[in-house]
């Protein structure tokens, strides 16, 4: 009997998968990691920050080419993002217990806030990024009592870090980016890191950039790269001593084994996908369904959206899908505040963030999926769609 990843919706059943499925992660295959492999095995060195960690990290840095910029690893990104909050403030201060987060976004940003003590306060989005507003921030209610922002880059979307860094230096109050899907929107502007807040990006194997899981803190501050250090490390930095609140968050030899595979093959993924959106496109244009969808670059290229307007229902979109047993997901949710984990945080209403959890439909691109798939999926909605 086999079992459903627990955050798929059934179409079907679990004996009978969709006809396209919303992704499959394509990473590096065995002759690509045997090199990486035999360096593990020559070392025995398989975990707590070994060769291949502090190569994969080296790489990184030198792709991205920001200045002044240093990169550290992590299991994931919800450990990436938990390190930088402790690295930036410590676990949550009585006299500012309070965690500003987008309402629409993935629940790990809010649940690594409460892994540090946090209790999150979901803010309503601005409909045209997407995300968070630092301007309008600056008015809210709580911003006393606040002890940090988590800005959101949502669907990798290239991100205005200026403004928070202007954000954080008028207010006092730290800022930490969650960009989990940003490596792509990063690599084709790295001038968009300021470094002066740490920015969080994940590998996960969904990711554009994966290592089966993963992720890392980017960040000028080498003293704030050390602190995430010593909070993946159980509180220990260059020592036997526990200093500060900590877990076990460091990536292994295996996963950077293939961090370090994929960038050898980047530029041709990166071409490829370039290729695949272009593609997806024309496809959709054919069907007069051009402006409807969101692709790379825009957002990053482990995202299609279909996005809904006021003459269509997004749950009839969900319906044709359905019936041509093509996958599909809206990727937040109906909004962090309303998730039932989060009712007890419930504003009285986040209206920008509830129109574009029910507007932006999740629809299948993965690395190789194919032109009919393609087409079955674009015939679906164009049978809704006005």
Known sequence: MSVQSPDRPAIGSADAPPAVPIYRALLPGADALLPY?????????????GELVRRLETRLRERIAAPGCAVLTAASGTAALQAAILAQTGRADPARPFALIAGYTFVATAMAAEACGYTPVFVDIDPA????????LRRHDRLARTGIVLAVAPYGRPHDQQAWVDFASSTGVPVVIDAAASFEALMQNPATLTGTVPVVLSFHATKAFATGEGGAVIWSDIEGLKRCARAMNFGFL??????????????????????????DGWDATAAASARLAARYRAIAMRAGLGDRLILAPEIASNYALFRADSRSDPLASCACLEAAAIEHRFWYGPGLHREPYFAAHRPAALPATEACAAALLGIPVFPDIDEPAIERIIAALARTAP
């Open 238 to 263: 260059y020592s036997r001593e526990s200093r500060a609140a900590g877990f076990n968050g460091k990536m292994s030899e295996y996963h950077a084994a293939i961090g370090l595979a994929a960038l």
């Open 129 to 136: 990024t997407w995300a968070i507003d630092p301007a309008t």
């Open 37 to 49: 492999l035999r360096i593990i095995d020559a070392n025995r060195h398989y975990a707590n920050r």
